[in-house]
């Protein structure tokens, strides 16, 4: 296996030998050929800093060959049986090209993988789930402790509030990105060229913003609110269509992951509630679920209002952007979290920071699971994702790990 990145990175090749090789070292390069009980140990404690390595732990009579061509610095390493030299690039050298190369490693997953394998009141199914390659638990003990307690009050204390873009749908399909509610208005070529422009020209200069971890939520919200605004205002210019959704919908690559279906059947044959809670455009998250199975759960997000001549003229309702969820909800649906009162867990989903406080209008929730799928910029935006979501998954474009969670609530404690 090859591992290179880009000039200035770094450079691992490795092959499998059967003999004890030798160690060169120059000013820019060291080369290093180990056992295999060194190399595995190396290979764990350096990827965490470099994505793209072989899977540990190598077969018996292999050793491996590294070359790492960049600044490196000697960390002391104790352990029995281990010597005392482990190199680790200064800086993490991570590929954004997606999709991100497995095994995926952000360090520390031993730690909480430990703690989930022997937490013997979750089903095995589950903590097996949750031991998968690009899951992070950064509390395992607190996920452990709510997963327990869901599963004691079963399927009839509990409920799914999920955001809809990226994260009931794919981030990307092989590596090219899977439209979003807003991306099928941005790609159709039922709109004039004028829309995709200006559209492009908002993606362009907003995104960066939305994901700025620098910036205070309260700047953030006022750039969304622009963003969403000036987007709208093309949109009303567009001469959109009702009758338009369908096809634009089948001709677009809007994709939901991998195992949806099976999460909204679950959910329905055990009637569990699901809110669907976006900053996108209702009518075409509707279209997608009508496409995929006709699943017709509470939509809370951005629908269009449409002359009798059916044509685009305005929105419903206030805006909703990516911030201002916990903000916006009681303007859009006043009953929902009282007629499901009752329902005190709850498993909240999505892909954004803003997407933490979609449970905010329950005043009656007793315990909250979040997920958060980490779909880009994975290293400059796993800190965060860690320290706000209790699971994280790394481009993760299934729905494996919430299907598990659900299946082992809806089983109850065994």
Not at 39 to 51: D, E, G, S, T
Not at 108 to 123: D, N, T
């Amino acid at each position: 296996m090859i591992y290179r990145q880009s000039e200035g990175g770094a450079e691992i090749l490795i092959s499998p030998r059967t003999q004890t090789g030798t160690e060169e070292t120059s000013s820019n390069s060291i080369l290093f050929t180990f056992q295999r009980v060194v190399a595995n140990h190396f290979l764990r404690n350096i990827r965490r800093y470099i994505f793209s390595l072989p899977p540990v732990p190598l077969t018996r009579n292999q050793t491996v060959q590294l070359s790492l061509r960049c600044k490196v610095m000697a960390v002391p390493v104790q352990e029995e049986g281990i010597p005392n030299t482990t190199v680790i690039p200064q800086s993490p050298i991570a590929s954004e090209k997606l999709p991100i190369p497995r095994p995926i490693s952000m360090g520390g997953e031993e730690e909480f993988r430990s703690v989930i394998r022997h937490a013997s009141r979750l089903p095995l199914t589950l903590r097996n789930a949750l031991c998968r390659d690009g899951v992070f638990i950064g509390n395992p003990g607190k996920v452990v402790a709510l997963l327990e307690k869901m599963m004691t009050a079963g399927a009839e204390r509990f409920q799914v509030v999920t955001d809809f873009d990226a994260t009931l749908t794919r981030y990307h399909r092989d590596g090219k990105g899977c439209d979003s509610s807003y991306g099928v208005l941005e790609t159709t070529t039922m709109f004039p060229p004028f829309y995709r422009e200006e559209a492009s020209k908002l993606c362009d200069y907003y995104y960066p913003i939305e994901l700025d971890q620098s910036m205070s939520l309260e700047v953030k919200s006022q750039h969304m609110r622009d963003w969403w605004s000036k987007a709208h205002g093309f949109l009303m210019k567009t001469g959109l269509k009702a009758e338009w959704m369908g096809e634009m919908v089948r001709h677009s690559t809007v994709e939901l992951r991998d195992g949806s279906l099976k999460l909204f059947e679950l959910l329905e044959n055990a009637g569990i509630p699901l809110l669907i809670f976006s900053a996108g455009i209702g009518d075409l998250i509707q279209e997608v679920l009508k496409q995929h199975g006709n699943f017709k759960p509470m939509i809370v997000a951005n629908f269009l209002d449409f002359s009798e001549e059916g044509v685009v003229r305005g929105f419903q309702k206030e805006l909703i952007h990516t911030f201002n969820k916990h903000e916006i909800f009681s303007h859009h649906q006043t009953d929902y979290f009282a007629k499901h009162e009752e329902r005190r867990n709850v498993l909240v989903m999505g892909d954004m920071m803003g997407d933490l406080k979609m449970a905010d209008g329950m005043r009656a929730k007793e315990d909250v699971l979040t997920v958060g799928f980490l779909n880009s910029k994975i290293q400059k935006c796993f800190p965060e994702y860690r320290d706000g979501f209790d699971i994280v998954l790394i481009d993760d474009q299934t729905h494996d790990i919430p299907i598990s969670i659900v299946e082992a609530i809806i089983n109850g404690a065994a």
